[in-house]
């Protein structure tokens, strides 16, 4: 606390403040309940650019800016960045895009800062011929960055909304068993397109990670190299009494030493490249799931307007079945009224006979 104090700010803004999870290495724990001042400070004693956030009285980010360092937006309102000296990955949520993309340069002109400084304190060491195995061995040990993180489900908060559906009144027929059929099929066209993708991005994420730790042998491979190569400097400028053959020596050895770290720089960005690939595959796999979900939700409508469809069809043929026995009934009726009316001719006709004859 007292050492914060004796530096003083350059650039500060508020953020909620995250780490990764330690044991996960993919969900954000939030180490602040609300935003919280987070500032770059100044170290001129020691020459080097810091990252520092106070929640009260305890330190929740002291991280030293390297030249390694890269910050990633990974949202509007999201950034993060991997610290391997203090082995965790922090997080800030902004309140707009426009404070994080003002912390993003703020990030990238300190880390400009930084190199530069590096860059003076290595062309001393040279002048006074007395390089150091360590700094040079930190220019080479560039930090992997951690695993990607789920930051879709844990950077953001999601806007939950519940659809009701409204149910089909049981005098629809079966128009809305008709038209839920053709959503399920439609689903399933999705979800058979997405397990398709799927594979393919899996076939690509194994792929990928085939190449990570190959890419990470190389990485320990060069890092030998060049301890090898800075040992064989030493040796040369104790040994040799010729200043000017070891100097040019050393040139090259530099320039190699140089080459390597470019290349080793080359292959972090495909690691980052490799990374995003892996995240979109997570998400793709994140949407999948949402589409079974959604199949299941449409499969269990149809099977209750099946049942529906088969209370209205039994209703149907009760009715159908009443009708006729009213039409039988009514046809017998009638037979038995033509009878009658028959008879009462007949007696009408006797009647009149008699009428006649009297």
Not at 58 to 63: E, G, M, Q
Not at 167 to 196: C, D, M, V, Y
Not at 246 to 265: A, D, F, G, R
Not at 285 to 292: A, F, I, K, M, V
């Amino acid at each position: 606390m007292g050492h914060f104090k004796q530096e003083q700010p350059i650039f500060s803004t508020r953020a909620h403040v995250f780490q990764i999870d330690p044991n996960t290495k993919k969900n954000w724990v939030p180490t602040s309940k609300h935003a919280v001042t987070v500032s770059y400070f100044y170290d001129s004693t020691r020459n080097v650019y810091r990252i520092i956030s106070l929640d009260g009285s305890k330190a929740i980010i002291n991280s030293t800016i390297t030249p390694n360092m890269t910050f990633t937006k990974t949202s509007q309102k999201f950034g993060q960045w991997a610290d391997s000296r203090a082995n965790t990955v922090y997080g800030l949520g902004f309140s707009s895009e426009h404070h994080l993309s003002k912390f993003a340069e703020k990030f990238q002109e300190f880390k400009e800062a930084a190199r530069l400084a590096k860059e003076k304190s290595q062309e001393k060491m040279e002048l006074t011929s007395t390089p150091s195995q360590e700094s040079a061995g930190g220019d080479l040990q560039s930090p992997l960055t951690p695993e990607s993180i789920n930051g879709t489900d844990d950077e953001r908060t999601p806007d939950v909304t519940q659809n009701s559906e409204p149910r089909a009144e049981p005098t629809q027929n079966a128009l809305p068993f008709s038209h839920s059929s053709a959503i399920s099929k439609h689903w399933e066209a999705e979800l058979a397109t997405l397990k398709g993708n799927n594979a393919k991005l899996t076939a690509a994420l194994l792929e990928s990670t085939a190449n990570v730790k190959q890419w990470k042998q190389q990485l320990a491979a060069y890092q030998e190299e060049a301890e090898r190569l800075h040992k064989r400097v030493t040796e040369l400028e104790c040994v040799s009494s010729q200043a000017n053959a070891v100097h040019t020596h050393k040139t090259e050895l530099n320039q190699t030493i140089q080459e390597l770290e470019e290349t080793l720089k080359l292959k972090e960005e495909e690691i980052e490249r490799l990374k995003q690939e892996i995240d979109n595959a997570r998400e793709l796999q994140e949407q999948r799931d949402s589409l079974t979900q959604k199949l299941q939700e449409v499969e269990i409508r149809n099977k209750d307007l099946e049942g529906q469809l088969s209370d209205l069809e039994q209703r149907l043929e009760k009715s159908q079945n009443e009708q006729e026995a009213f039409r039988n009934n009514l046809k017998t009726l009638l037979e038995i009224l033509d009878g009658k009316i028959f008879e009462l001719t007949e007696l009408r006709d006797n009647l009149a006979k008699l009428l006649e004859c009297s």
